[in-house]
């Protein structure tokens, strides 16, 4: 076995597939190339949800073997966090760096990360809700969020709570607070956690201004791997993708082995004509090419 000189080159993810080439990508398996009974693999899980993967796999390897670890979603959302702190502090490493991360670090723990995360979680939940049930009046439902975005009510609600508390449960029937009482509905103890930036309170605009520079160098040196709510929700998502795979036909018994695109990608799976470069042997060509979870490609 000899592994890749990067574990997770996520060469068919969607987005970065397009802008590098297979030369680049074979780079990692040089190793490989040079002995006739090496095994090696590409670790990028990120493949299970790549709307091109599936048709280049099975266009370039259709003999490969393939893999699909699926860990326990507490498990992966640790090792996932892990690995985000890794690549930051791989990457962020001048005084300077370090000292523009600082304000940013109390967010970023785990507990944090997953507590913003499952925030999120139910704040775009509500938004979505409220908004299919008309209870909010147009312009009066707050954006989407993800990443740091700051989770402030809308102006109305933030006025009407100052004045009746935050969690006063015999003012909410006639406060006309519906998107509060949506969070609250949902995680009473995890809003009051978040009462201060709900209400606007937190953060400052001196605060916000150095938090936002944090935020951009974190995104930077983390590739915004650590970003909420990455961790919590891909662990889910990639259980559902490999349900929905292993239901396709052209998984099952004696059927094609080549996979449908993705639906939620047409353009790029209808034009995916890409080919490897011309003049590889066989065995470069088959280590310039990736796999789902774990795809383990015996050279020829």
């Known amino acids: ?29 040089e190793q490989t190339a040079a002995r006739r009974d090496a095994v090696t693999f590409d670790a990028s899980p990120i493949y299970l949800r790549s709307a ?13 073997k393939l893999i699909a670890m699926v860990r326990d979603p507490q498990q992966r959302a640790y090792s996932h966090w892990r690995m985000a702190h890794e690549w930051i502090a791989s990457k962020c490493t001048t005084a300077e760096q370090l000292s523009t991360l600082r304000p940013i670090r ?10 913003r995360s499952l925030m999120l979680h139910h704040w775009n939940g509500c938004a979505r809700s409220l908004k299919e049930g008309g209870s909010l ?12 975005s ?45 009462r201060a930036e709900l209400l606007g309170e937190w953060p400052s605009s001196a605060e916000e201004g150095e938090l936002s520079e944090a935020i951009r160098l974190l995104n930077h040196c983390g590739e915004m791997m650590i970003n909420p709510p990455g961790l919590l929700v891909k662990g889910f998502s990639y ?6 795979c292993a239901r396709r036909p052209s998984l099952r018994p004696n059927t094609p082995r080549r996979l449908p695109c993705e ?8 034009t995916g004509s890409r080919a490897l470069p011309t003049g590889l042997s066989p ?18």
């Open 150 to 194: 700051w989770l402030k009510l809308p102006a109305a609600e933030r006025t009407r709570l100052s004045a009746v508390g935050v969690g006063d449960e015999e003012a909410a029937a006639g406060r006309g607070t519906p998107f509060y009482d949506c969070l609250r509905g949902r995680d009473a103890e995890l809003m009051a956690r978040y």
């Open 52 to 64: 091109v993967a599936p048709q280049y796999v099975s266009k370039w390897l259709p003999d490969a």
């Open 283 to 300: 065995r470069a060509r088959s280590a310039a090419v990736g796999r789902s979870t774990s795809l383990w490609s015996r050279s020829a």
């Open 263 to 270: 639906r939620h990608a047409p353009r790029e799976c209808s």
């Open 137 to 148: 009046k147009e312009g009066a439902a707050p954006p989407s969020a993800s990443g740091f």
């Open 1 to 29: 076995m000899v592994p890749p000189r990067v574990k997770e080159p996520r060469f068919l993810q969607q987005g970065r597939f397009a802008q590098t080439t297979a030369s680049r990508y074979s780079v990692n398996f």
């Open 106 to 115: 109390p967010l970023i723990t785990f507990r944090a990360v997953i507590e």
């Open 239 to 244: 259980a559902a993708e490999l349900r929905r």
